[in-house]
């Protein structure tokens, strides 16, 4: 059986940190669904999520086994219907670590045969943070060399 894992995020931007995870979790997966939590209705976000589509796609144009989706449901409910049994997500820091083991201890209860994988950052992108590229973004500061596509 196919082992597909969704990797779910606000992805605001999608960052280098975010395509290490991603390349990484291609050893242990045979599919992953990126996957933009994204509410038409009550967005806020910096970065148009139509943009932010295309330019997940293009970074990963050459694999077929990387998919990209946006959602506005639970995450795990979106897991149930791409029959995606494994949660992906990168852990930079405790911060992470105490949101993360909340979030997955609850999708546990909630979904017992879900189950997340948590891969820790590479030393060099795990100072990468999406809001502070928005910050800098915002501020007309040159943010390439954090993302891996052109915007
Ligand atoms: P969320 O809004 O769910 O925190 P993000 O888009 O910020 O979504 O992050 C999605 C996932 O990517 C999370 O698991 C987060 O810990 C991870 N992540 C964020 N930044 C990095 C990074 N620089 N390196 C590796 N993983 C990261």
Known sequence: MKRIA??????DPFTKGHEDIVLRGLHIFDEI???IGYNSAK??????????VEKIQETFS???SIKVETYA?????????????YLL????NTTDFEYENSIAQINRKLYGE????????SPEFAWINSSIIREVH???GDVTQFLPYTL
């Not at 449901?73 to 049994?85: G, I, S, V, W």
């Not at 879900?114 to 950052?121: A, H, M, P, W």
């Open 43 to 52: 967005s806020n976000r910096y970065f148009d999520v139509k943009l932010m």
């Open 62 to 64: 050459q694999y077929s």
């Open 114 to 121: 879900l189950e997340s994988v948590f891969l820790i950052t």
């Open 138 to 140: 915002k501020y007309k």
């Open 6 to 11: 969704l990797f779910p995020g606000s992805f």
């Open 73 to 85: 449901e639970l995450t795990a409910e979106f897991a149930r219907k791409h029959d995606a049994k």
């Open 89 to 92: 997500r990168g852990l930079r």
């Open 33 to 35: 669904i990126i996957a």
